[in-house]
């Protein structure tokens, strides 16, 4: 069969669409400028889990610069979750820098939670744990952008686009099926902030394979100095 030059054209299109509609993406993105369980976000909004008799806005705030600032006191929980069926294939991300943790295990957590075989990655201003697993010296009083893949059973770390920890799901339990991030602990204080949480639950992808969610082209979001507020009011 002769293939002329617009046929040929046609078959690079076809296949061009089909790229775009499997290529990696990210699902959600939690941008900080709003508290995540704001009704405003409408059906993008968070579940949160609080102490009793407590409001969200006492424990966190909005800045100036667009990012979710927490402050968590003692005897107080303060977390938000995304549900989902499947989360054997995730990414999760979250652009955050930690200026105080009193020690305790979950007071400031990044977490997959899947049953049995959930993952938690605990936050510490000097260093940040898998729960369950090994730990990675990070100064988190900085901004930093951590990425946590899971596939399947393993799950792999990064810092700033590279690979830090090494691990397995499991490392504790949990009753939900959720993307999950906040202060967690009754037990711990902590003062941290969130520039951004996104994730996507169809694939374990590396940064290489999906770039961070706020980068602009050709240009790795994890390198910039400033946050996603203050590139939205650019």
């Known amino acids: 069969m002769k293939i002329t030059g617009a046929s040929l054209l046609s078959l690079l299109v076809v296949l061009a669409l089909a790229y775009g509609a499997f290529a990696a993406s990210w699902e959600y993105i939690y941008d900080g400028t709003k508290l995540p369980d704001d009704p405003a976000l409408g059906d993008k ?16 705030e909005i ?6 600032h ?6 107080r929980v303060c977390f938000f979750y995304r549900e989902h069926k499947d989360l054997s294939h995730t990414t999760l991300e979250a652009r955050v820098k930690v200026l105080s943790q009193s020690g305790a295990p979950y007071t400031i957590c990044l977490e997959i939670e899947d049953g049995a075989d959930t993952t938690y990655l605990c936050l ?21 952008t951590l990425r946590m893949v899971r596939k399947g059973k393993d799950v792999i770390v990064y810092v700033d686009g590279k690979k830090a920890i090494e691990g397995k799901v499991g490392g504790d339990t949990s009753s939900r099926h959720a993307i999950t991030f906040g ?23 590396s940064p290489d394979e999906l770039p961070s969610p706020t980068a602009p082209a050709g240009v790795e979001r994890r390198t910039l100095p400033i946050t996603w507020g203050e590139i939205k009011r650019m």
């Open 63 to 68: 800045t100036p610069e667009g990012e979710l």
């Open 70 to 75: 927490i402050t968590d006191p003692s005897d």
């Open 183 to 205: 202060a967690g602990s009754t037990g711990g204080t902590g003062e941290h902030y969130w520039d951004y949480v996104a994730y996507t639950t169809k694939g374990a992808f």
């Open 45 to 60: 909004a968070w579940k949160v889990f609080i102490t009793k008799g407590a409001k969200t806005s006492e424990v966190c």
């Open 124 to 144: 510490f201003p000097d260093h940040i744990t898998l729960v369950g697993g090994p730990s990675y010296e990070v100064d988190l009083t900085k901004y930093h």
